[in-house]
């Protein structure tokens, strides 16, 4: 018998819904999303900085670009890479702005010139592309297309949010969150100074004020409260990644008194890394019991251990094989902070395992991740070849196992890597959900004026 041709779509429309529904993860609802999403791209920093090349454009796949991932000044954001892109289907890129900019004018102008750069590229390739100002936009784009998604973010807010006014100028663009601070204190607080020449250089005045007795005095200014205000009331999440010890416990005081929830998307685990980056247990608990998430840097390069806490330092040496510098070093961390969420702070929230949860309250302890490119760091070398630390090759060969984390486009292999060496990623595929659920928190707490 023939179907009539509206009557037969709406069948395999109806079938294919069905079969969705029959087939989809017990607990997960029908538009909640299960996504790989990079927290922080930089695919603009050409535009504040010249000498990076320019992001967003496509090579020719006859002649690719020669890349290492020793690239902390060179681009790396082509367009080919981040096109059906496995190992991340949403991208949040965020803006730079240079660090010692004094001008609001010009501030405002180069975040603006960022933000349209990325929607201009989007609307030139509308079959690939597409920018998402809203998490109701990402959630539909997420189940009724094939596209790579953007959405934006600021990542350093000196001189850009001086006024409600500004912050809500900023969630119009659909800005999801800002953060704060950046590599340099400002007029809102005091940034988190990593071991090392460099980092001390660049904020050079933080430097001085943490030598000489004013390391007191480096905590959350007045007007970093007021620009936390503001942009919770433009329904803008707060990134509290970068700032300084005291400005980070000033952070959450103040959020947590003002019921604002914090994330912090690229800082990492003091256990581990114990320097000003790093997350105390402390702040973790704070973060997750305020209702927001963290995320951590994927580059092996940024996560290397730094004076670990005993415990954590003799199981580093009681692996069989560990790479410095490689994706073991993400590895090694993710699952120490899992191990904290699921084993300490879920049990004396619930008495019960983490595995017993509904879906729904697991992804409330979800852990994301920030590849960074382009955001002045190298990432994970390989664990074979001559710059691993292995020989040999691996099997199956991987790219990355052999040439490193060297462009967004491997992040698939990223994945796949961890996976065959049975480590649980559903924490961070659950981060795309709690993220678009705490955007719609704040979106639907906006202050209306």
């Not at 004018?105 to 929607?119: C, G, M, S």
């Not at 929830?261 to 990492?268: F, G, K, R, Y």
């Not at 702040?283 to 994927?298: K, W």
Request: aromatic fraction near 12%; include cysteine; glycine fraction near 8%.
């Amino acid at each position: 018998m023939l179907i009539p041709v509206n009557l037969g779509r709406s069948f395999w429309a109806v079938f294919l819904l069905w079969l969705g529904v029959l087939l989809r993860p017990e607990g997960i609802a029908a538009q909640e999303v299960r996504e790989f999403m990079d927290l922080q791209i930089h695919t603009t920093m050409h535009i504040p900085y010249w000498f990076f090349g320019d992001g967003l454009e496509y090579f020719d796949p006859e002649d690719p670009p020669k890349l290492k991932n020793k690239h902390r000044f060179k681009n790396v954001n082509y367009a080919n890479f981040l096109e059906d892109n496995p190992g991340a289907r949403i991208f949040v890129n965020g803006t730079i702005l240079p660090e010692l900019i004094a001008s609001k004018k010009r501030a405002r102008r180069l975040t603006l010139e960022q933000i349209r750069y990325v929607n201009d590229f989007a609307d030139a390739h509308p079959d690939k592309f597409v920018v998402a100002r809203t998490p109701e936009k990402v959630r539909r784009y997420v189940h009724e297309t094939d596209k790579t998604i953007f959405i934006h973010s600021i990542e350093g807010a000196k001189r850009l949010i001086n006024s409600a006014e500004d912050a809500r100028f900023w969630a119009d663009q659909g800005v999801a969150f800002v953060t704060l601070l950046h590599l340099v204190d400002t007029e809102h607080g005091a940034s988190g100074i990593k071991p090392g020449f460099l980092g001390g250089v660049i904020n050079f005045k933080g430097t001085f004020k943490k030598l000489f007795g004013a390391a007191k005095k480096r905590g959350l200014k007045e007007k970093g409260k007021q620009a936390i205000r503001w942009l919770a009331d433009a329904g803008i999440m707060i990134d509290i990644t970068h700032m300084s010890e005291l400005t980070r416990r000033d952070a959450l005081d103040f959020m947590e008194a003002e019921n604002i929830p914090p994330i912090a998307t690229h800082d990492l685990f003091r256990p581990i890394q114990q320097h000003a980056r790093g997350l105390s247990r402390e702040d973790i608990r704070r973060i997750y019991q305020q209702g927001g998430f963290i995320a951590l840097p994927l580059s092996g390069e940024v996560l290397e251990p730094y004076r670990p806490e005993a415990p954590y330092q003799q199981m580093l040496e009681q692996l069989d094989r560990h790479c410095t510098g490689s994706i073991d070093e993400f590895k090694f961390t993710y699952q120490a902070v899992k191990s904290f969420l699921e084993n300490e702070l879920v049990l004396s929230n619930y008495q019960e395992p983490f595995s017993d949860l509904p879906e729904a309250q697991k992804v409330d302890w979800a852990i994301g991740f920030q590849s960074d490119f382009n955001g002045w760091l190298s990432h994970s070398r390989p664990r074979y070849g001559e710059r691993g630390c292995y020989e040999g090759r691996p099997y199956p060969l991987q790219q990355l196992e052999v040439q490193g984390l060297v462009h967004p486009g491997l992040l698939g292999e990223h994945w796949e890597v961890l996976r065959a060496e049975e480590v649980d990623l559903e924490p961070i595929r659950r981060a795309s959900e709690k993220f678009l659920q705490l955007w719609q928190h704040f979106m639907d707490h906006r202050q209306q004026n």
